[in-house]
């Protein structure tokens, strides 16, 4: 069984950013339009609030940092993003999946960063009955498991 939302979430992805934002109660401002954009180029990877500024900033926009993290708490805030930690524990962002978050688990390396996403209805079921089974019920639906990949090992030896 998996675990309720409090409340459904919208389709987050109709064919333009504008109509995302609409959907998800917020006006379609400038600065929220550019960085929803520049997310949605990048498909499924998570970016830091700077490296957004960055590709942002490279197409001539003149959005702020400071804009940019105002932004993303408000996606956030409105579920159109899903938050991530790198491993030395900086906050990174990407859009919402097209059938909303669901349960979001990867396999992470330590060392660098690299994520692989697993198989979620695998995971979700055990979860969602063990939480049940002890009387609990599952907040955030983010699960990452640290592991160190094959390169990272294979560094670590050779120093």
Not at 49 to 61: K, L, Q, V, Y
Not at 70 to 93: H, I, K, M, N
Not at 107 to 129: Q, T
Request: with cysteine; glycine share 6%; charged share 25%.
């Amino acid at each position: 069984m998996t675990p309720t939302r409090t409340a459904a979430l919208p389709d987050l992805h109709p064919p333009d950013p504008a109509s995302r934002l609409r959907q998800a109660g917020l006006r379609a401002t400038a600065p929220r339009l550019t960085v929803i954009q520049a997310l949605q180029e990048l498909d499924s990877d998570f970016l830091g609030a700077d490296e957004i500024f960055r590709r942002i900033s490279g197409t001539g926009s003149r959005i702020g940092i400071g804009a940019v993290y105002r932004v993303l708490a408000d996606l956030e805030s409105a579920g159109l993003l899903e938050r991530s930690w790198d491993p030395e524990r900086r906050t990174r962002f990407r859009l919402v999946p097209p059938d909303g978050p669901g349960m979001l688990a990867s396999l992470v390396c330590r060392r660098c960063g690299k994520r692989i996403p697993l198989n979620n209805d695998a995971i979700a079921e055990p979860l969602s009955r063990l939480a049940t089974e002890n009387g609990l019920s599952i907040a955030n639906e983010h699960i990452e498991i640290i592991v160190a990949c094959h390169s990272c090992r294979k560094e670590v030896k050779e120093t």
